[in-house]
């Protein structure tokens, strides 16, 4: 997982900017590839931040996933790819945009959550909660801060899954048109985009494949998807995972670039990129 100069550059970062905020609520965005070290870092940084007097919370894009029967009902109406939570289309945009609009205005919020293991949301008395006064609140997830591609950009299958399961490019079109829409309005409401940046959407199998080997020492055999299983469930990432790779350094406020050990090989923020 990314190190403790990740860690210090994004304090510095959020403290910096939570001194320009005053005592309005500060979001940050955090992106990154899946197993990049997102939820790590966004827990190193809550409890820093904490310490030092800082109220802290922290939502993950996977806990505003859509109920297992409302993607049932589109994967039905639109597209069967749709049955697999991850891509924009299968989250609560609504949802978020409330917890924020809540912190804004000083409250408690309760943050949703979702049960991976259930493939469901979790019952509301399970879900945490963000105290009242709240300063900071971290977005962390795969595509926090995307943006959508071109229309002709989807004309052509990346990979294996789009070319047999979504040849005419219904699924791709919806995910892309789903995230030009209310998927924007909840982005803009990030006050800053740190951006974790894989060195190439290569090795974002391998670690999935350790994040979900690790969950099967800890949980038991029963628990994480088996390696075959990851293989084609990070197909649907792929297209997206690639364009935020390609686009989002050049307007992110920091981007940690990683090895393929999740090591930090450089910091740039966005001061590096004027001229």
Not at 123 to 146: D, I, K, N
Not at 178 to 207: E, I, K, T
Request: charged share 25%.
């Amino acid at each position: 997982m990314p190190g403790g100069d990740a860690l210090d550059a994004v304090d510095g970062l959020v403290r910096r900017a939570l001194a320009e905020r005053g005592e309005r609520l500060l979001v940050v965005g955090l992106c990154g590839a899946q197993g990049s070290g997102k939820s790590t870092l966004a827990e190193g940084l809550r409890q820093r931040l904490e310490r030092a007097g800082v109220p802290v919370a922290i939502l993950s894009i996977d806990d505003l996933y859509l109920t297992r029967a409302e993607r049932e009902a589109l994967a039905i109406a639109v597209h069967p790819l749709l049955r697999t939570r991850g891509v924009p289309g299968t989250h609560d945009v609504s949802l978020g945009l409330r917890v924020i609009e809540a912190l804004e205005r000083g409250e408690a919020a309760p943050l949703p959550r979702f049960g991976k293991a259930m493939d469901d949301r979790l019952p509301e008395a399970r879900w945490a909660r963000a105290a009242a006064g709240t300063r900071l609140l971290l977005l962390e997830g795969w595509c926090v801060g995307a943006q959508p591609q071109d229309a002709a950009a989807l004309a052509v299958p990346v990979n294996a899954l789009e070319r047999k399961e979504d040849a005419q490019g219904i699924w791709r079109g919806f995910v892309n048109h789903a995230l030009a829409g209310d998927y924007q309005a909840l982005f803009a409401r990030l006050d800053r985009l740190v951006m974790l940046a894989a060195p190439g959407f290569g090795v974002v199998r391998r670690w999935r494949t350790q994040q979900e080997q690790e969950l099967r020492q800890a949980a038991g055999a029963a628990a994480g998807m088996p390696d075959a299983e990851v293989a084609r469930f990070i197909q649907h990432f792929e297209r997206l995972t690639r364009h935020m790779l390609d686009e989002m350094p050049g307007r992110a406020d920091m981007v940690i670039a990683l090895d393929a050990a999740r090591r930090v090989t450089g910091i740039m923020g966005a001061q590096d990129r004027t001229t």
